[in-house]
Each structure stands twice: as C-alpha cells, then as structure tokens.
C-alpha cells in the first residue's frame, strides 16, 4: 500500500519543521506574526514533499535501470503480469504516468502532512498528529480492503494517492480520474491552509488579550 509506506515515512523525515515546541518558545513569535510564520510552514513543508517525492522515484528508476533496460514504451512483461492499470497503459506511456503518479504523492504529502501539522499546533503535541494521521490512514486502508463500493471508497486517501486506483477514461470504473484526484488533494490543501491562518489568528487574539 502506497499510502501505508511513503505517507508516514514522509511525516517522520520532516520532524524539524513540527509545531510540536514548549509554550515558552510559541510566546516567542511575536503578536501579529504567526500568520506568516504558518504559511512559512505551509511553503516549507510544500517543498519537502517535492524533493522527498522527487529523491524516491529518482533512486526507484536509478535501482530499476540496474535490472531493466530504459524504454519509453510499456514491455510485454507489464502487460502479461498487470503491474499498472490496463487502462493507463492503453492511454499513457510509462514516463507519463510517473509524472501523473508523482503529482499524485506530491499532493498527497502536502495535503496529509497539513492535516498532521494542523492537529499537532492545535493539541501542542507532535505524537498527536502523528497517531490521528495513522489512524485515518488506517481507516482508509480498511475502507479499501473491505471493498467499500462506489461512490463512498472515493471519499477514502488510496483512490487519490495510488496511480493503480483510477479510470483512465473508463467510464465503467468506479474509480476517480487523475483530475478528480487532484481536485480532490486541492481542497485537502486549500481547506487546511485557511484553517491553520483562522487558529494562528485566534491565538494571536488571545496573546493579546493576555497582555492588555
């Protein structure tokens, strides 16, 4: 499971920029600037999530080319053992859908490690969000083993973030286009960003208050 290795690994590597410090060190972010300081956190952590993703398929195609020859073409090998989505290799060339699926794990970093970096400010616990972003993973994993029909398995992390689970222009999957997926991720994005601005603003009241 993708999401179950690269995910959780992702937050791990990515400990120094946690929001998981004693009090006395939030005190010293001035009044009025902790809005900045998490779009900071949002840009730095937007970044890691690139590289790391970028590092992983790099050192993946580096270690594959010792064994397999480069090709810009699907192999009879992939297509007798299914290792991708028939339809996205009808569809797509290999190079093609790497980008696609790195888009996907980029996204998919962001969008999580938000939703571990907005828990662990709000709780003031770095293990806090680490242990809640696990058991939603986990509960997505369920929700795939268990064969959670169409639509509700969609509103799960695995169709969003594997390349595996999607349409590809069929119409009969009950899987999500790569667009929907990145739709999807955006609103993930966009929701966390603007939640974490409104609590950084309401701490920056109450520092206030405190000090009037």
């Not at 730095?44 to 999530?49: G, I, K």
């Not at 696609?100 to 770095?126: D, K």
Request: glycine share 6%; net charge neutral; proline share 3%.
């Amino acid at each position: 499971m993708t999401i179950f290795f690269i995910v959780p690994l992702f937050i791990y590597v990515i400990g120094d920029i946690s929001l998981d410090r004693p009090l006395g060190d939030m005190l010293k972010i001035r009044v009025g600037s902790r809005n900045r300081w998490w779009v900071g956190k949002c840009a730095a952590l937007s970044l890691f999530a690139f590289i790391y993703i970028l590092i992983l398929c790099l050192s993946t195609i580096l270690i594959s080319l010792i064994i397999y020859p480069w090709d810009t073409q699907w192999s009879d090998s992939d297509l007798i053992n299914n290792l991708i989505n028939s339809n996205a290799m009808l569809h797509y060339s290999p190079i093609q859908i790497l980008l696609q699926a790195m888009l996907l794990l980029v996204w998919g970093c962001v969008g999580l490690g938000l939703f571990n970096m907005l828990i662990s400010f709000v709780s003031g616990r770095e293990i806090i969000g680490y242990i809640v972003l696990l058991c939603i993973i986990f509960i997505s994993i369920a929700a795939y083993t268990i064969g959670l029909k169409s639509p509700y398995i969609n509103f799960s992390l695995n169709p969003h973030i594997d390349i595996n689970l999607h349409s590809f222009g069929n119409l009969k999957s009950k899987w999500p286009s790569f667009f929907e997926s990145i739709i999807y991720w955006w609103v993930w994005i966009v929701f966390f960003i603007i939640f974490g601005l409104w609590v950084s603003g309401k701490r920056d009241l109450l520092t206030r208050m405190d000090q009037s």
